[in-house]
């Protein structure tokens, strides 16, 4: 469940800043642990579902699907934004929740919601994908996912309402989560030449496994290139520290992602933010999104010297969280 950083925490820091790791924390005040190899069973692995080489980027949009530790919420709406002059070249639709809390809900349902384009009326999506499913830490976790490119090339941009998603109401100690992200690839002639990379899988981290890579390679980045990257992710404890994200870019330094809305030490702390921002437009516009972490971080720290790949590896301490989803954008030139 989602908790405000009490002391304990604040005192960890300390700990963690005399770690000693070679790295580069952008906005951060700590370092988080270093990553260790556990053997554990996996869940669905990466792999990379879109990916090209073209003027234009990524967008995301997001909500949560609960309004408190203990209950669902409505229908839960966000605004999507594209560029003036855009063709939408692929778009996905992914959600996600815990079936365990005080009931028990079917995991056959969890391939199935409805969603709105803005001024339309709900249509039934259901999941064309495998559906990610794991238990860990108390909780019975999924994730599903579907393509909605026809479905945004013709509704674009303006809000989007998601409701019914599979997810169970109550009080344990696994707490009640679940919120829904549709990321958007364009093509825009006005703007930079861009690698644009979706990868999703559904990797449960934490005591038994504390450690997820995904590699992007054949990139051309020029050297202090711009950059952005997206996660989602589930059952992130705000105040809990150790869950983080770096990257290495090229084989330079290790650089680990952090802002204002997203410490280092603490990424996956319930939050809907972009670049250090908690994301607008969205109804309800919680704060806190109880469990459910969908961000955009700034890769330009990490990348000073450019390169032919990117390395990012995601990491848990403590009770962990699952990772969904992650989406790139940078330049393939200089600005």
């Not at 495998?130 to 860990?136: F, I, L």
């Not at 830490?137 to 409701?163: I, K």
């Not at 711009?226 to 084989?251: F, I, K, P, T």
Request: aromatic share 8%; with cysteine; charged share 20%.
């Amino acid at each position: 469940m989602p908790k405000s950083m009490g002391r304990a925490a604040r005192c960890a820091l300390g700990v963690l800043s005399c770690l000693g790791l070679s790295v580069v924390l952008p906005s951060a005040t700590a370092t988080p642990a270093a990553p260790t190899a556990q053997e554990s069973a996996v869940g669905i692995p990466f792999t990379q579902r879109y990916r090209a080489v073209q003027h234009g980027g990524i967008v995301r949009t997001a909500n949560a699907a609960v309004t408190s530790r203990f209950a669902q919420g409505p229908s839960s709406r966000a605004r999507l934004t594209l560029p003036p002059g855009s063709r939408v070249t692929y778009a996905r639709l992914y959600w996600g929740g815990n079936l365990r809390v005080g009931e028990q809900k079917p995991p056959k349902d969890s391939g199935r919601a409805l969603v709105a384009a803005p001024g339309g009326a709900y249509r039934e999506l259901l999941a064309d994908t495998r559906v990610g499913h794991r238990t860990a830490d108390g909780s019975d976790a999924y994730q599903a996912s579907a393509d909605v490119t026809h479905l945004v090339r013709e509704s674009r941009s303006g809000l989007w309402t998601v409701t019914q998603l599979n997810s169970a109401g109550g009080h344990t100690e696994a707490g009640v989560w679940g919120g829904w992200s549709l990321v958007v690839a364009y093509e825009n002639s006005r703007e930079p030449l861009r690698h644009l990379s979706l990868w999703d899988g559904f990797e449960a981290l934490g005591p038994t496994r504390r450690s997820a890579s995904v590699r992007l390679g054949g990139l051309r980045i020029p050297a202090y290139g711009a950059g952005r990257v997206g996660v989602v992710g589930y059952d992130g404890d705000r105040g809990a520290l150790g869950d983080a994200l770096s990257v290495e870019a090229g084989g330079g330094r290790r650089v680990w992602l952090g802002d204002s809305a997203n410490p280092a030490v603490d990424l996956m702390n319930s939050t809907i933010a972009d670049l250090g921002r908690t994301a607008v437009g969205r109804e309800p516009a919680q704060v806190n999104t109880p469990g459910y972490d969908s961000d955009v971080f700034d890769l330009e720290p990490a990348l000073t010297r450019g390169g032919d790949h990117l390395d990012f590896l995601f990491h848990a301490a403590g009770p962990g969280y699952f990772a969904g989803v992650l989406f790139v954008q940078a330049d393939t030139r200089p600005r």
